[in-house]
């Protein structure tokens, strides 16, 4: 993998982490597209440079996660379901689900999909919400989006969409459940590139670690400007233009690998 192939894969990253577009996906149709080979390293490239974007939330979030034991507490308890079933079907992941880009295509367009539906039927049935803090959000709801965000683990999915759509269903107000996705990739993040490290037993060469903090640095960098203007955006906008670039993207993926 060229330097140039890791600054676009750090760029990539970095754009689509905290987007419902799933970053993963992304990733892995960019690799395709520069032929770039999907070896052991690659995937474990693809998990680790996520872990920059992740560190762009710590960096951004700094105030409100240090502020009260509380956040802490409900963002841990929200990640003990992901961080179980990513450990139990590790294997069944990065040996058969990354690097299938038929499946990230098509989860792509499913996504999309789902969240014109949902979209839609929140116009249909808009209500007025009320104000929730991160730290008010009940036990049940935080283990309810721990499991959603679980199924992120199928490529294409997104886990921002899983929690996002979910928490949304469960009446937690679009800024709140879209600052909370961003804060419980933090040990989602981290606890799956240290597994994956340790999994690996850390046998990456020296220019193998260079290209892992290339792409780390580079993934952090373009995740600090997103993480705001997603933020900003959300505010009087809508996610249905995320699932119409789902939808547009994933179909004409699947156009280049079959015709």
Known sequence: MSFFHT?????????TEFLPISSTAHLDITRLFLGISNTDFVKSFEITIQLGAILAVVYLYREKL????????????AFIPTGLIGFLLYKII????????????????????????????SKENKENEKELDIKDIPVKKLLILGVAQAFAVVPGVSRSLAIILSGRIL???????????????????LGATVYDLYKSGFAFSQSDWGTLGIGFVFAF???????????????????????????????????????
């Open 7 to 15: 600054i676009i894969l750090g760029v990539i990253e970095g754009i």
């Open 66 to 77: 240090f502020s009260s034991w509380q956040y802490a507490k409900n963002i841990l308890i």
């Open 94 to 121: 990065k040996n058969f689900l990354l690097g299938n880009t038929v499946l990230s295509a098509c989860m792509l367009v499913l996504g999309g999909v789902v969240i014109l539906f949902f979209e839609k039927r």
């Open 221 to 259: 960098i373009v995740a600090l400007f997103v993480v705001r203007w997603l933020i900003n955006y959300i505010k009087n906008n809508s996610f249905e233009i995320f699932g119409w670039y789902r939808i547009i993207f994933g179909v004409l993926v699947l156009l280049f690998l079959f015709f």
């Open 171 to 189: 009446n937690i107000p679009k800024v709140t459940i879209t600052e909370f996705s961003f804060l419980l990739a933090i040990p989602t993040m």
